[in-house]
Every structure is written in C-alpha cells, then in structure tokens.
C-alpha cells in the first residue's frame, strides 16, 4: 500500500523558515517525480517546485530564491526548505508522486501559516 505524508507545517512570522518533509513508503522516491504544490482558501491549487528523479528541480515564480526543494533517497523523502516566508504563503501544502509507470499518489497535506 502507498502512503505520501507530508510533515513540518506550523505557525510562522513573515521572515521565517519552515522545512516540510514528504516521507513515502511503498514506492522508491529514487525513480520518480516530485512535487510540492499549495492551496490557499478560495484559490486553486497551484505547484510550487517539482524535482525530477534526474534531480531537475522547477520553481514557480512567486517561491524562486526562497524555496529550495531537494530529496534523500535513502530516508526516500523529499524536503522543502521555505526561507523569507511571506504573508501570501499561508496555504495547505500537498506533496505529489508521479511514479515510473505515470502512477499518481497525493498526501494529506500540511498547513503552514504565516503572521504578518
């Protein structure tokens, strides 16, 4: 059974780092892709930064030198470090697999808030 778990949100003052983790069992992070999108209330949810099994990384625009993604494919998680947090990166982040074989698993999501 594949389970995506997403950790490390919390309450944060603009200015502030979090580091989430996106920890799976069941399916070898080594061989597939991964993402980490957000969703505001009232807003779509939208993809933050991606890194390929090659190790390829994507930003969007709104996250580009702030937001680091990176992965241990020994502990097979995924990591997004957030550094200078902003007021409009309050969302739920969800971490997305798409594996080898174009399988796609989301986790539950983690809430990350930020004061102004």
């Known amino acids: 059974q594949v389970q995506v778990v997403e950790s490390g949100g919390g309450l944060v003052q603009a200015g502030g780092s979090l580091r989430l983790s996106c920890a799976a069992s069941?399916?070898?992070?080594?061989?597939?892709?991964m993402y980490w999108y957000r969703q505001a209330p009232g807003k779509d949810r939208e993809m933050v930064a991606g890194?390929?099994?090659?190790?390829?990384?994507n930003y969007a625009d709104s996250v580009k030198g702030r937001f680091t993604i990176s992965r241990d494919n020994a502990k097979n998680t995924v990591y997004l470090q957030m550094n200078s947090l902003k007021h409009e990166d309050t969302a739920a982040y969800y971490c997305?697999?798409?594996?080898?074989?174009?399988?796609?698993?989301w986790g539950q999501g983690t809430q990350v808030t930020v004061s102004s």
């Open positions: 997305k697999t798409v594996t080898g074989r174009g399988y796609t698993y």
């Open positions: 069941g399916i070898a992070l080594s061989v597939s892709d």
């Open positions: 890194i390929t099994r090659g190790g390829r990384t």
